[in-house]
């Protein structure tokens, strides 16, 4: 048997990381500005995550939901207080696709109705309804095409009030930052707007935090910003440093019904203790505020560099636009100067690396773009 190549794949296998840096199998070691994808939030091979994984399993890496497990109680009370969101509940999954799915579930049991408004250029994931949601019609098999989604253009006010009283929607589904949609920053009012219009028609306010939360943007979730609250919060990438995490973060307004949701793999006592790790380091190493710090140097320094048409971003979630394709910058900054770094679309290279880096490093892959690019 062998692997169903549906990915792209550098010529490169990573055997061992730490920190900020990863190595191959040849011994070269690479900064990673990307954190696979945004997951890698607290840094890779952190010893306290290690020594709280190693410790649970060996006691027990996983029983039933249909048992207690008090890790999932302390989980949620940690993350409640360190998200804001003491008052509301937490239902445990194993991916960011798996919690927008059952967050336009909840919705939809919670109005009635079916509808939901989306974003162009969004992602929300590949499973059946989430990847309707998502404005990319190239992986939205036809199984999952009977789903009613409208998509409207971000930020455009104009186009959501229309949208939303014309039409009895479930759900509005939001992403804090768009990430894959190329960095796109929420304007404030529009959020705001977003949030007053779903209160009038009853419609539910999903913000879709998985790569954008736990602290990325430099608040725990980028919308706090804004200061709005919505209904639903998605959670998931950073949520466990690499362990398969996700959650969905719900507000006191829904009553719970055994049997509603369910999973037989989420929150296991493995991931819990993964996501606790994850939460204790972010406290005491004040990572948020390292990550605001470090993004705000970033793009400032980044913004003198004259290639780079356009930085976007807040915090480690950063977007830099070029004119030009980046396919040959992203290569000779990973070949050349052993970095990693993420794209989306064919100008824009995005970074994503772990809350931890340090000026030090963020200076040393400005350095190595400006060679790159001379």
Known sequence: MELFDVYPLFDINIVEAKGCNTFDDKGNEYLDLYGGHAVISIGHSHPHYIDRVTKQINKIGFYSNSVQNKLQEELAHKLGKISGYPDYSLFLVNSGAEANENALKLASFHTGRKRVIAFEKSFHGRTSAAVKATDNPKIVAPINDDHDVVFIPWNDTEALLKEIEKSEACAVIIEGIQGIG???????????????????????????????????????????????????????????????????????????????????????????AAALAVVEVIEQEQLIENAAMVGKHLMEQLSTITQIKEVRGQGLMIGLEFEKPISEIRSKLLFEKKTFTGATGIHTIRLLPPLSLSIKEANKFIENLKEVLA
């Open 182 to 272: 190329g960095i796109r920053l929420i304007d404030n009012q529009f959020l705001k707007t977003v949030r007053e219009a779903c209160t009038q028609t009853g419609t539910l306010l999903i913000l879709d935090e998985i790569q954008s939360g736990y602290g990325r943007s430099g608040k725990f979730f980028a919308h706090q910003y804004c200061e709005v609250k919505p209904d639903i919060i998605t959670v998931a990438k950073g949520m466990g440093n690499g362990f398969p995490i996700g959650g969905v973060i719900i507000s006191p307004i829904f009553k719970a019904i055994h049997g509603m949701l369910g999973t037989t793999f989420g929150g296991n006592h493995l991931a819990c």
